[in-house]
């Protein structure tokens, strides 16, 4: 009758297997290998570099797809947990941390234990309220690190000499490649998983979801501190590729582009917001031109915000259907 | 079965009193509630299934006071409500509709509450492509597949027309034989007083009928609340 398999290791891998078969998914991992080995052949350290932000653009974008976009709960507070990565490298390399691998370990934890320290209290809110403190975090902890480092009398806000995750873009980008096409991946998975449909439901209308005995916070908050370890792990790859890990790293172009990313990716690829795949194609364009229109004889460096904000605002306005925002109001009963 | 004993129930928005020191319990596995356009029937639901918070009085299920708790616990004792406007998850399938509710996520239970919906053809459709009838239907479904020990019905067929509404009806019957417990609120009395065991209806906010159907008409607080207004058929 239904084709649903019953639960059983055997049959989650065989529907693990027949998940990962979606074409679209394959066509992003071929993207993503694509950009990885490119610049090892042709190209200059400045386009390989721009490949680099762009992983690291595109795990963010992942991050924020998967939690705000499947749920419907627009977080902002995406630079607070990718500065967090980022200042949690620093501070564990000078307190006798060694290797690439443990550092991230642990601002992955570090974003899942914040993410879940915040998500906990505000998630019990609804969608604007909860928009709204999310908005402040990064706002407090930047100002609170500006403070924390004028205290020392210090010269730059945030710890300096970190280690390089590679010596050379060309080398690095491989390895953050893998761990996009793994953020990818586990993303994609979630999102076809019953935890995903949950997720989706929670988005159309959670209070229906709640009257038939499905308590929504647990799912909100397990997404949410994933979604913020994801992002702090980001931060901590950052900190990696720049050396320095502060108060850079809570910028709000840690959110823009990000949320750009997964608004075009929605448009491009069917599925609306949370469809987590466009992701990957939409990052990988954007940044590269928003790269491209930096170098010096454009410099244009100030207007490619602004030119991607007007795109966003176009789609949020045309394609709102693509997006995946509900076709119009619902009458409660 | 499922013992449900309403006591002194009341609930006002502002200065309405919408619901004044209602009691009343479930006797048999059935009972309709009906009675006039903002009479608080829905508003007496809602309070059951804890969508509203009761100003007063006690619900007690299975010997545990309900009253106050939040939908998602009062779904998990075992009571669910459909919506009297349709309320579906636009962006989803039938059948995910069905996947995120069914208890135990249970294929069996699931393809069965798609059968007895009659919306086996309607599986791979979102929401947003239904016809209404179906909606209606889907509304039922959900409600069928958490497992509930009582339903509590908004005009299940509000809206249908005599011939989707009696396909409605039959599920109902079907559900009543397995032993389902429902509470039903209908104003189309005449497809739905045959089978139901009682009936309660409101008017303004208090009952003015607790008996079996067969007494119903021949009441005559009934007949006055009702006057020009009895069983319209739809
Ligand atoms: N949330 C609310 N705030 C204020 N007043 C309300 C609210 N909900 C219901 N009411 C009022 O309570 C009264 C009863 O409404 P209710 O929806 O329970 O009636 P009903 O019996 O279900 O009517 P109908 O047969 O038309 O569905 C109405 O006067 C309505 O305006
Ligand atoms: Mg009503």
Redesign the interface.
């Given at each position: 009758?239904?084709g649903?398999p019953?639960?059983g290791w055997k049959n989650l891998l065989q529907g693990t297997a027949r998940v990962l078969r979606a074409p679209i998914y394959l066509l992003a991992l071929v993207t993503i290998t694509v950009m990885a080995v490119l610049p090892q052949f042709f190209g200059t350290q400045y386009f390989a570099l721009s490949l680099v932000f762009a992983t690291i653009y595109i795990t963010l974008a992942l991050a924020w797809d998967l939690s705000s976009g499947l749920t419907g709960y627009i977080s902002f507070g995406l630079p607070f947990f990718f500065g967090l990565g980022a200042m949690a490298t620093g501070y564990s390399y000078y307190h006798g941390v060694g290797g690439s691998f443990s550092l991230l370990a642990i601002d992955f934890g570090v974003g899942l234990l914040g993410g879940l320290l915040f998500a906990l209290p505000t998630l019990r809110l609804r969608g604007p309220f909860f928009t709204l403190l999310s908005l402040l975090l990064p706002l407090i902890a930047a100002s609170f690190v500006v403070a924390f480092w004028q205290v020392l009398h210090m010269p730059t806000i945030g710890y300096i000499g970190i280690p390089f995750l590679a010596p050379s873009p060309q080398a690095e980008l491989p390895i953050l490649s893998v761990t996009t096409a793994a953020v990818l991946t586990v993303s994609f998975l979630l999102r076809r998983s019953?935890f995903g449909?949950?997720l989706?439901?929670i988005?159309?209308?959670e209070?229906?979801?709640?009257?038939?005995?499905?308590?929504?916070l647990p799912y909100k908050v397990a997404v949410f501190s994933f979604a913020s370890g994801i992002a702090a792990f980001a931060g901590g790859t950052y900190a990696m590729t720049t050396s320095f890990g502060g108060i850079d790293s809570f910028d709000f172009q840690f959110l823009i582009y990000p949320m750009l990313i997964a608004i075009v990716g929605a448009a491009i690829v069917r599925g609306?917001l949370g469809g987590i795949v466009g992701s990957v194609f939409a990052g990988y364009a954007i940044i590269l031109f928003s790269q491209y229109l930096t170098l010096p004889e454009f410099n244009l460096q100030e207007l490619t915000l602004p030119i991607f904000a007007f795109v966003a605002i176009l789609l949020v306005l045309f394609l709102p259907s693509a997006l995946?925002r509900?076709?119009g109001p619902?009458?409660?009963? | 079965m499922t013992r449900l004993v309403v006591s002194e129930l009341a609930k006002h928005f502002g200065g309405n009193r919408v619901l004044d020191r209602v009691s009343f319990s479930m006797r048999h596995g059935s009972l309709a509630l009906v009675g006039p356009n903002g009479a608080g029937k829905t508003t007496l639901l809602n309070a059951l299934a804890g969508v509203v918070r009761p100003s007063a009085g006690r619900i007690e299920f299975d010997d545990l006071d309900i009253a106050g708790l939040s939908t998602w616990k009062i779904a998990r004792l075992g009571i669910v409500k459909t919506n009297q406007v349709v309320r579906p998850l636009h962006s989803l399938t039938v059948d995910e509709h069905l996947r995120v509710f069914t208890r135990g996520n249970d294929p069996v239970r699931r393809a069965r509450a798609l059968r007895a919906t009659n919306l086996e053809e309607f599986r791979e459709q979102t929401a947003d492509q239904l016809p209404f009838g179906a909606l209606k239907r889907l509304e039922l479904a959900e409600a069928i597949v958490t497992g509930a020990r009582l339903l509590l019905l908004d005009e299940p067929i509000g809206g249908l027309s005599r011939l989707e509404a009696e396909g409605i009806v039959e599920t109902l019957r079907t559900l009543r034989a397995q032993g389902q417990a429902m509470i039903i609120v209908e104003h189309r009395l005449r497809e739905i007083l045959p089978f139901v065991d009682d009936v309660v209806a409101l008017d303004r906010g208090r009952i003015i009928y607790d008996g079996p159907p067969s007494g119903f008409y021949a009441d005559a607080a009934v007949r006055d609340a009702y006057i020009g207004r009895t069983d319209a058929g739809g």
């Open positions: 009758m239904s649903e019953r639960p019953h449909l949950v989706r439901a988005r159309d209308d209070d229906a979801v709640e009257s038939k005995g499905i308590r929504t609306g995946g509900p076709s619902r009458e409660a009963s | -």
